[in-house]
């Protein structure tokens, strides 16, 4: 899972530096899914707050729900 938090904040980087913000809350949303596999439950849920103010943001409905799944699942 280590490596996998590695791809995603290099993917994070990379969505934000072409402005692709689902893109990036797709990251952000990775990222809270591994760091929840790995018992490291602040770091999930600060990332799953980040992909859901972007979800909403974009009008993605569906997708804040889903984060706010993930954030009750903590």
Known sequence: ???AIE???QSLAIKREIGDRRGEAKSWFN???TYYKLDRISEAKEAYLQARELY???GLAGYVQKCDQE???L
């Open 71 to 73: 954030i009750r699942r």
């Open 31 to 33: 990222l809270g899914f």
């Open 1 to 3: 899972y280590q490596k």
């Open 7 to 9: 791809f995603y904040q």
């Open 56 to 58: 909403q943001a974009l």
